[in-house]
């Protein structure tokens, strides 16, 4: 990474940790059979990792739930294979600003709300998935173990894999996880 963008980036956290003290939300942990509302995060890095994803979505639609999706593409032209969905939005260079923050009115409209569970299948190096994940109002966020990239960790469940684990095996995990637990109240 250039000197430029670590510099851009070591900003943008800065600002997200004085955003993130100011956000309040309230958590609720819940399990993946009783979430109604379910927010999802993935870094499109290629065609089948963008087939695991609407895969999995598909699936949780199926059993009834709402499912709303965002995807950080790093180029500035989608690729062939993407086709719009209703409930996909797909965040790109030009949806960022100087420092890496997402500004795009479907970021925000995701950012405030209230998920039942958000699920962030990206890795820990994407900032503007991890900007997302914490200002999201969502009441029990889960996702990969990485590195605390801006002093706070954003997931009430987190699930310890290889940065180079797939998305499907790391979804795997995440339902059986989620599934398995019961909450009280």
């Known amino acids: ?4 963008k670590n510099l851009r980036i070591a900003f943008g956290k800065r600002a997200l940790r004085k955003e993130a003290a100011r956000n309040s939300r309230i958590r609720r942990a819940v399990n993946l059979a009783e ?5 999802i995060l993935f870094n499109m890095t290629s065609e089948a990792e963008y087939d695991r994803v609407s ?6 639609q199926e059993q009834g739930k709402k499912v709303q999706v965002i995807g950080f593409y790093k180029y500035r032209k989608l690729p062939p294979y993407y086709a719009q969905k209703l409930a996909y939005d797909i965040m790109q ?4 600003d100087p420092f890496y923050r997402p500004r795009a009115g479907f970021v925000t409209h995701f950012i405030n709300h209230p998920f039942d569970i958000l699920i962030d299948l990206g890795t820990a190096n994407e900032f503007p998935l991890y900007y997302i994940a914490i200002l999201s109002r ?3 966020k889960l996702g990969r173990k990485g590195g605390d990239k ?3 960790l954003p997931y009430d469940l987190m699930i310890e894999t290889n940065q180079e684990t797939d998305s ?6 995440l339902v059986y996880y989620t599934s398995s637990f019961r909450f009280n109240g």
């Open 138 to 140: 969502a009441g029990f």
């Open 55 to 60: 895969r999995f979505a598909r699936s949780l």
């Open 35 to 39: 979430a109604r509302d379910i927010g």
């Open 150 to 152: 801006a002093g706070m």
């Open 1 to 4: 990474m250039s000197l430029i």
């Open 168 to 173: 499907e095996e790391l979804i795997r995990h």
């Open 93 to 96: 260079p030009q949806n960022l």
